[in-house]
């Protein structure tokens, strides 16, 4: 049997899901959790072979869980079950080590062919999920952050307000919000910290 974890911060898609598994001598649904920082806990006490992840949940949210799993040597395969399918969500979560990205209009036995193929190791996608990363792949890389873009996420690693930040530059509180938006799209994240980490990452800001 495929012991499973079920990761989705709404009881009734995990009493759902629950009672899909539950039906099928396959699988075994050994826990369960809300968050990201519950999912966490469960895996060490119970060890599944597959965490079923959901991706946007409050406290730690999914890809953050994703990262942690795999820093604290889990052995479970990771099978994102969500409702998005932007490059936001798919490229992050795919990048922690996630296995598989599933999306929750899936079928039951598509559902279950998912889980057995993760659990063996197989990347699985769903082809509105594939056919995002093709496009990703395909396309050309985003423009580079302006210089005052740049200034301004510096800024706010810092640990400038928004209000600071635009103290700082001379320019309206507005202005720096318009520009923490298109970093944000330039970056393929959806906030503060999530920006200054990547820019960071690609060296873009310095300590």
């Known amino acids: 049997m495929i012991r499973l974890v079920i990761v989705d911060d709404h009881p009734v898609v995990r009493d759902g899901l629950r009672g899909i598994f539950t039906g099928d001598d396959r699988f075994d649904v050994a826990g369960e959790a809300g968050d ?4 966490l806990a469960v895996a060490r006490q119970v060890d599944p072979d597959v965490v079923l992840m959901d991706l946007r949940m409050p406290g730690m949210d999914g890809v953050s869980a994703i990262k942690a799993l795999r820093e604290q040597g889990a052995r479970a395969r990771v099978l ?4 998005y399918d932007t490059d936001a969500d798919v490229l992050p979560a795919i990048k922690a080590g996630a296995t598989g990205y599933l999306l929750k209009d899936a079928s039951r036995e598509d559902l279950f062919r998912a889980v057995e193929a993760a659990h ?17 792949l395909r396309t050309p890389a985003k423009e580079p952050l302006s210089q005052r873009e740049i200034e301004v996420l510096s800024l706010i690693a810092r640990g400038n307000s928004n209000k600071e930040a635009a ?34 990452e690609r060296g873009l800001l310095q300590n």
């Open 120 to 136: 063996r190791g197989e990347s699985v996608l769903s082809p509105a999920v594939a056919g995002r990363l093709m496009g990703s």
């Open 36 to 39: 990201g920082r519950e999912a």
């Open 80 to 83: 994102v079950l969500t409702t």
């Open 167 to 200: 103290s700082r530059l001379f320019i309206s509180e507005a202005t720096v919000k318009t520009h923490l938006l298109h970093a944000y799209a330039k970056l393929g994240v959806r906030d503060r910290a999530a920006a200054v980490a990547v820019a960071f």
